[in-house]
């Protein structure tokens, strides 16, 4: 379940740099909406971890892009 949700976020990021609260909508549409709050923290931390990696970045402030 965590891979193709990570799957989705890297997807996601394929576009221009979009801001975390669209990101959070896209990757989370499975998601009722009243966890958004949670899974903008699950969706913040998965993007930590791929800007780790390399595979993402922080375009400006809460607007992220993929690393290509």
């Given at each position: ?18 801001d ?49």
């Amino acid at each position: 379940h965590r891979g193709r949700r990570e799957d989705k976020l890297v997807a996601a990021l394929a576009a221009d740099p979009r801001d975390e609260d669209a990101l959070v909508v896209e990757v989370y549409d499975d998601a009722d909406p009243r966890v958004r709050p949670l899974a903008r923290r699950s969706l913040r931390a998965g993007l930590e971890k791929l800007a780790e990696e390399g595979r993402a970045r922080e375009a400006s402030p809460g607007r992220w892009a993929r690393v290509s």
